[in-house]
Structures are given as C-alpha cells and as structure tokens.
C-alpha cells in the first residue's frame, strides 16, 4: 500500500490521480469523497492515528503544511513508520533545509535530520518555490516582494506528485535528496509580465527593501518575527541561489518540468 499524508494539498491531490492503481490510501482530516479513492481519517497531531494506518513494507508520502507541532509530529510519525517496518519514505522538504535555518528550512531541516537516522530507507526533496502558491501574493494587479531583481525558481506541484508517484511506484532506490525544480528561472518582473499576459491585464512586481516588505507583511496580518524573517528569506533567494536549474524531474519522470504557460494556461482564473 501506499499511505499519501497531506493528500488534500497542492501535490497530494495530484499524486493520489498519478497513484490510481497502486493501491493509495489517502491520509485525511475530513472525509474527501472528491479525492476519487480510498481515504482514511488521521492527523499529524495524534501521530498514531497515522501510524496505525502503516503496515511492514508499505511506502509512505510524508507532507504536511507547517505549522507550530510540525517537526515533533513528523519525527513521531517517522519513528512510528520505522516500528511498522515501512519499505521507504518519501518526504517533502525545501532547498536549503537545515537545522537552525529560516522558517520553514529549519523546520525540514530538523525533520530531514531525524529521517536520515531513522533507519527507513528514505528519499527527501527539495523543491524550490512553488508556482501554485503566486496567486495568493497577487493582489489589485501587484505583486510585493524582496526579491531584487534575480532569478528565482518555481515549480509546478504537479510535476512534485509525477516525481513522488515514480519514486513509490519503482523498486526501492538509494537513500538520498532530490532537487527538483521548474523551467527556466526567471526575476520576478519577468513572473508578473508573464502572468499578466496570460489573464490579458497587466500585472506589476514591486520590489521592496526587507523593512518595507516586513511593514508590507505585518499589515496583511503576519505578525512578527515572522513578517521580517520572510521578507528577509525572499531577499535571500533572490541572491540568485535559487537559480540554478537541475534536470531531476525530467530524469524520473521521463517528461520535461512544466513551463510557466502550462501552470498559466490550467491556473489563470486562480489569478482572477
Ligand atoms: N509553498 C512553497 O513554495 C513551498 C516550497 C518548497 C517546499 N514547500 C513545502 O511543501 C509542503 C506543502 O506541500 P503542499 O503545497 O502540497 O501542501 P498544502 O497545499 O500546503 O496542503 C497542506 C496539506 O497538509 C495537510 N495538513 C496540515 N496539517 C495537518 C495535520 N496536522 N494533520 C494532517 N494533515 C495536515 C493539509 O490537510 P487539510 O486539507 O486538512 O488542511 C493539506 O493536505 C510544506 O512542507 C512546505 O514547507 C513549499
């Protein structure tokens, strides 16, 4: 069997349509009769809700959104996979997780760490940023950010769930991290014209300095210190390390990463 967490997410939802076949079962907080599969009620919250759903040789889809508990219950559910003799892991991460980094980094950071010497075998990635996260920071025809004027990368979640449903659904491979990434990267100038041709309305990146990206965040309501450590983090990527492109999802897919006009063209009326 296949245990999938996070299964309503953005790349939960589409690796339980790439899963069909392969004996998935959906890890939900509410029933999700629209998911089109076998589905069972768990939270990261009580990990052994989760853990009573794993049997020995099962692979197990470890994502979640973050939140406060996030590391204690993934390392929970980590042991937890390990005691039901799980034959891998596939876990979502970030670039540049490590232990005692920004945000959500450090966060991935300490899970990695705790399912590196879990002693199941394991696959992490590592994705850059994700596209399917841009509508939410265009508002009024603007995008806000730190970024400078570097490019970033971002991903299609959909070509995520094809890379996790070829690592579940192959033999069992060697312990390692995955880097994967969209297209081309391109500045965020560069991302607004391109959204703003394919909804036909101009849309605007403005780039702030972190103090004011910082101001910016605290009045749409995020307190500190997290408005500051994220308008610090985005002038971070946008140091041009989060650039570089890498061919992975194209080498366990077999297909190329979707460009910015296939998420454009399936994504425009989220921009709406
Ligand atoms: N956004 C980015 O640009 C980016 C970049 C790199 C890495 N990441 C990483 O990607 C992951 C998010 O992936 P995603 O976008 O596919 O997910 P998502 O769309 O943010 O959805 C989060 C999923 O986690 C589930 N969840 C949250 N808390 C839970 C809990 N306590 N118990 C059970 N399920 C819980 C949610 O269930 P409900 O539907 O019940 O809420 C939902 O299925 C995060 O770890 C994030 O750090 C994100």
């Known amino acids: 069997m296949i245990v999938i967490t996070g299964a309503t997410g953005n790349i939960g939802r589409a690796l339980v349509r790439r899963l069909h076949g392969h004996d998935p079962l959906a890890v939900v907080r509410r029933p999700a009769e629209d998911l089109g599969g076998p589905y069972a009620m768990a939270d990261f919250d009580e990990p052994e809700t989760i853990g009573r759903l794993l049997s020995p040789g099962d692979r197990l889809f470890l994502n979640s959104g973050i939140w406060p508990g996030f590391v204690g219950a993934h390392r929970a559910v980590i042991d937890l996979a390990a005691a039901a003799g799980v034959a891998q892991i596939v876990a979502v991460s970030v670039r540049d997780a490590a232990p005692g980094a920004r945000l959500g980094m450090g966060l991935h950071g300490q899970a990695d760490a705790h399912l590196r010497k879990s002693g199941v075998p394991y696959a992490i990635l590592q994705p850059t940023g994700f596209m399917q996260t841009l509508p939410r920071d265009v508002r009024d025809g603007t995008m806000y950010g730190s970024y400078g004027s570097a490019a970033v990368n971002y991903i299609d979640t959909r070509d995520l769930a094809d890379v996790a449903a070829a690592l579940l659904t ?103």
């Not at 910015?260 to 989220?270: G, R, S």
């Open 170 to 272: 192959s033999p069992v491979g060697p312990d390692r991290e995955y880097l994967p990434t969209g297209p081309a990267s391109l500045s965020h100038e560069r991302i607004a014209a391109e959204i703003g041709r394919a909804i036909g309305r101009e849309i605007r990146y403005v780039n702030l300095s972190v103090a004011e990206m910082t101001a910016h965040l605290e009045r749409q309501g995020v307190p500190q210190p997290f408005a500051g450590e994220l308008a610090e983090l985005q002038a971070e990527t946008g140091n041009g390390g989060w650039a570089p492109t890498t061919t992975v999802v194209a080498e366990l897919t077999g297909h190329e990463p979707r460009t910015w006009q296939d998420f454009l063209t399936d994504h425009k009326d989220a921009f709406a």
